[in-house]
């Protein structure tokens, strides 16, 4: 299962791009609102317990200087996928992005591009995938799918 | 009391300098080695006694994608003063002053510029100060000599 | 009392939030309009009298090559907050951040988010409350209303 | 098996990083030279046959304008983690780290700090420990060392 | 014949003006869609063959980490001509404008201004000019033409 | 007469280039150090009073959040040439250029390159030389000069 | 006189203001469209003729790799003003910015913010003030005007 | 042949290397300093004529504000490429891309990459190739020599 969580319910119409596409690929979610900087208790508990309760890989969408993905990553072992989201009280995003990214050595997140919840949920279930042959399928099915639809565009661009 | 903590004994260089200055300012303080992302349960340990074990003012320092002051900021009412630190795997600079300046409404962090711990000091006697007469006096004096030091540089320049 | 200025009323928008916070808080304010290059010598009168009329933080907001926060800084020994404004003439806030934040050793401004109004009069009430427990004790009720709608925004995530 | 590339002899410096922390993690690796500009053909056969020769996890590192690992991550459903290098050619590092990260939807990289290496190879550790039990347990003893460092440079602060 | 390739219709509201102005020079184009990241193979076939097709000169237009320009340029002697395209997906167009500009020694791209695909279409052409003198000569009038349009414009300044 | 002023004794080496160009060109100057920071109120005096002590332009150089040049524009008629000085503290120059360009509409700071004072000497004698016609030749020299050195160099590049 | 000169009608709408407050501090002043790029043989003899024809300052304004202001400085000894505009072709005004400030050491343009053009006028007027006591009356006469503005903006604030 | 020029001797040492691959790919080329802004007349002339004096491309290497690849575009309907250089004046390489890059529509340059020279003297020699047969092998041969450099520093890595 992965666990998909971000800081506000503002977050939640970029984040939902990563639900959607692990669904399409066959892979089990669950959502929850969990902010580093309003609730840094439930996010510790959240991190910690993450293992136990099933997950096998989190994806985590924070903004601004964005310390939720960074600060899951600190309390688990699992893999932490971060996703930087240009919030409204962002720079142009570079502060989310940077303050995902630049994590000192021994405490990796995997950083997606801004605002790139749809690759989050991808990379989650190729995670996933490297084990499990279903979801691998399911990727590979996907993957085709994205050379159609190039092949689809070059049609109505001779023909439109 | 002022406490003073940071992520490695590789920022100590930097920090050291709010500790003397402080010094200098008749102000208390204790310093700490506290990582947000080695040790996330020390650092919650850390701010929530803080006020508890005296202390009135938090300065700290980090470089990176820099969690510690936003997240100490998180867990208690103290001002939080945080010193973007030019760390060794830092982007010049622009990874640590974002990641802690870019904090959410709510939960603010006193910026201080890069690598500005002497500031962060000055600051922290300016908060004391602003109830505690003698630290006022002893800023006060302080500014005096900033001055005098320019006028020093001014004599220098004409007969140098 | 905490005092609020900015250069233009054309700021105001941004920094009435921190005068509606610092209400809640129950810490009184007053406000202003300073500018430091349209009007230097009533800013230097107002930086030099601020303490004494009483004034213990004084809360600056100022945009492009933002000079206000750090001039203020320069003529007092109060805790001065700078509030970066992406106001019309600045590029992307860049300059607004900048010029407030770099300031040299000897004369710290705590610098805020861009546009970051709000946590100026936060941190403003948490100078007041490191000695005042009254407002202590509104800053933890505060802290727990931030929670308080994080849960809410996990029920309504779950049943919306 | 995690397998890690790079485009030059020259990144070999910052590679070895994650190569090393595979190592102490129980993770077995391969390493070879892969360019994307100079062996486009090497590449496509190094990434369409990675699963098969029994590669999880990719690892790859190149500097400016940094196309090996968004490419590969075009070629194969197995999981691909960048690594910004900060190399010769690189404006100090943010070339690298753009066209690494900005991957279109679709197709992920898990991108790393710049030089993180080290970070790579503790994330290809976690997603193969995120099913195979003995690399966990492995990397929550590595989490514990962490700690054990932060409290021995705590010792060292008080009683150098 | 110059040959335009983008990786998706969306970039063709932009890349058209490449073709328009190649119209107006005089030189024969064709146009397609290759996506680096999801046809990797239709896109080495396309490169490979380009010369023996006839094409002297590759216009590639792509955004965010965009790969197409540079990998094209990997696969052929061909000049290739890259437009950064200011994509939904694009910081800004830093992203697009590093990932095709800042290429390793040995595998030119001919990088043109953020959006500038009219440019490209111009330097395709001065390219096939630089030994065809029907198109130097379409070349000499155009820019007759752009000084023509400045007096019309100091003109219409004079007199409204 | 030209006014150069810069906060401290350690930018002195970048100001000293703006005299020796206008010794150059039979400009006279005087030099003081003048801090924004630490001597706000030499600051309003020596601006305040420039004009009538002879000045006709003043060149002042800074670093970091560089206030110097705009405080004096704000408070004088004279034309102000701001040098940004990439000081110790500075964030690679960026800081010093915003903090000194990004004026507000009203009060113009001429700007000069990072670390540009001999530029700042230079155009100080333009505007002198707008109306001194002995100054004005003797810039209509130094034009020559430059042309000469280039002429000298192409000379060296043929026969080294 | 001033003459204010830029490369194309749709960077009038800014320029005009340069223009607007000459008039208002009775600075007399000529506008054309003169473009670095299209138009480079008429650039020069504006530049070239300018002393002669009675022009004291030059406004020049440009966006994108903006040459025209370093242009014309190369070939006059005139002061020249320049004034970045954030055209449409402009990454945020970056590079309108750059291309104006970075003029190598020999040829200064006294470079204003983004769209700065009104205080292009103003420097202008400061720079004919230097030496004509009826401008130098208006400007201290604006100055005036910009504390009354500020002061009522003051009123407004506490009666609104 | 292909014309290389440069504003001083101090770009020579980068400048240099698109003359050497020039040289290894069999093209002809001649190299001079001219100046944008201390030798405007001479670098008319030298694009006006350059076309007639038998030049088919021309290479030009600037930095800081760099106005000569794009001045020389404007006057010439050769193919121009452009060295942005990362020069001791220029703030890390950043203003000498954008003033060389963001060329308006009309008036293309083939940015290179900073301090790309080599890569300059390569475009040049494929645009050469595009008809030159005898060129066109020179590179696919140049080519298969970066192939095998790959190919042996995979040998290196194996048994080094």
């Not at 021994?106 to 690759?119: K, S």
């Given at each position: ?74 309390l688990t072992t699992l893999p932490v996928i ?79």
């Amino acid at each position: 299962m992965v666990g998909i969580i971000m800081g506000s319910l503002s977050d939640r119409k970029v984040m939902q791009e990563a639900a959607d596409v692990l669904t399409t690929l066959g892979v089990v979610w669950e959502m929850d609102i969990v902010s580093a900087h309003r609730t840094p208790e439930k996010m510790v508990e959240y991190a910690k317990t993450a293992r136990d309760r099933g997950i096998r890989v989190i994806v985590a969408g924070a903004g601004g200087a964005a310390h939720l993905p960074g600060m899951v990553a600190s309390l688990t072992t699992l893999p932490v996928i971060g996703v930087p989201v240009k919030s409204s009280n962002s720079i142009d995003g570079w502060d989310s992005v940077l303050s995902i990214l630049q994590m000192p050595a021994g405490v990796p997140v995997a950083t997606m591009a801004l605002d790139g919840a749809r690759n989050a949920g991808i990379l989650a279930a190729q995670i996933v995938g490297s084990t499990d042959e279903r979801v691998a399928q399911k990727l590979a099915q996907f993957k085709d799918e994205l050379k159609e639809k190039v092949a689809e565009m070059s049609r109505q661009l001779i023909a439109p």
